[in-house]
C-alpha cells in the first residue's frame, strides 16, 4: 500500500515539475542549514565540503552518517555538529528536511514546497494489557506543504492550503468559492499548488 501510495505521488511530482523549473538553470549549494533562512538565502550554515566524521574523513553523503560531525572554521578551533538538531540539508540539488524521524526529501520544490514525510504517534488499544499499558505504536506516511515565504509547515488537505493561499487573493477566493470536499480533493490540492507556484516563482539568492 504505502508502495503505491509513493509511485502515485512520483507519477504527480514528475507532470508538475514538466511544467514549472524553479531553478531556472541556478545550483543550490550543498551543505547543511541550521535553520530555514539559511535554506531561503541559498547560505549553508556549513558547506559540504568542511564536514568530517568522527574519523576525521570527508562526508561526501550526509545521508549515511548520523549523530556529530565536526567541521574547521576559517578561524578557531573545531566545532561540533548534531544532526539532529539542524532544520536540513543540501546534497545535489536535493533538499531534506529534519523531522523526528529523519530526514525526507522535499520532493516538488517551488513557493509552496510539497513533501512526505513519516509521523509516529501512540494509540490506546483497550484490548492490550500491561507496558505499555495498552498502547501501540503507529508509523504513518503523511504529505505537508512548507510555506516558503513564513517557513510554516502546514497539511496538505483544505484547510493547510487555505492557510497558504492567503499570499494570493484571487487563488484565494477561488479555492474557498469551492466546496469543502473539493478543496479537499488531492487532484484539486495539486491543482493550486501548481497555479501557485506558477504565479510566484521560487528565486534563491546566488
Known amino acids: 500500500m504505502r508502495a503505491l501510495f509513493l509511485a502515485t505521488l512520483l507519477v504527480t511530482f514528475t507532470a508538475l515539475r514538466a511544467q514549472s523549473d524553479y531553478f531556472g538553470g541556478m545550483d543550490l549549494r550543498d551543505g547543511i542549514y541550521a535553520d530555514f533562512l539559511a535554506f531561503k538565502n541559498n547560505a549553508p550554515s556549513v558547506p559540504l565540503e568542511r564536514l568530517r566524521d ?19 572554521p576559517d578561524s578557531g578551533a573545531a566545532c561540533t555538529v548534531d544532526l539532529n538538531t539542524i532544520w536540513g540539508f543540501c546534497q545535489n540539488d536535493v533538499v531534506y528536511i529534519g523531522t523526528n524521524n529523519g530526514f525526507y526529501r522535499i520532493g516538488l520544490m517551488g513557493s509552496l514546497c510539497h513533501l512526505v514525510v513519516e509521523e509516529t504517534y501512540r494509540d490506546w488499544n483497550p484490548y492490550m494489557y500491561g507496558y505499555p499499558y495498552g498502547t501501540v505504536t503507529r508509523t504513518v506516511l503523511v504529505q505537508q506543504l512548507l510555506d516558503m515565504e513564513t517557513g510554516a509547515y502546514l497539511p496538505f488537505n483544505g484547510s493547510g492550503m487555505d492557510q497558504a493561499l492567503v499570499h494570493d487573493t484571487v487563488l484565494s477566493e477561488e479555492f474557498r468559492n469551492l466546496t469543502r470536499k473539493q478543496r479537499n480533493s488531492t487532484e484539486v490540492l495539486f491543482r493550486f499548488l501548481r497555479l501557485y507556484n506558477d504565479r510566484h516563482p521560487l528565486v534563491f539568492p546566488e
Open 54 to 72: 568522527a574519523q576525521g574523513l570527508p562526508v561526501s553523503d550526509v545521508r549515511r552518517v548520523s549523530g556529530k560531525l565536526q567541521w574547521q
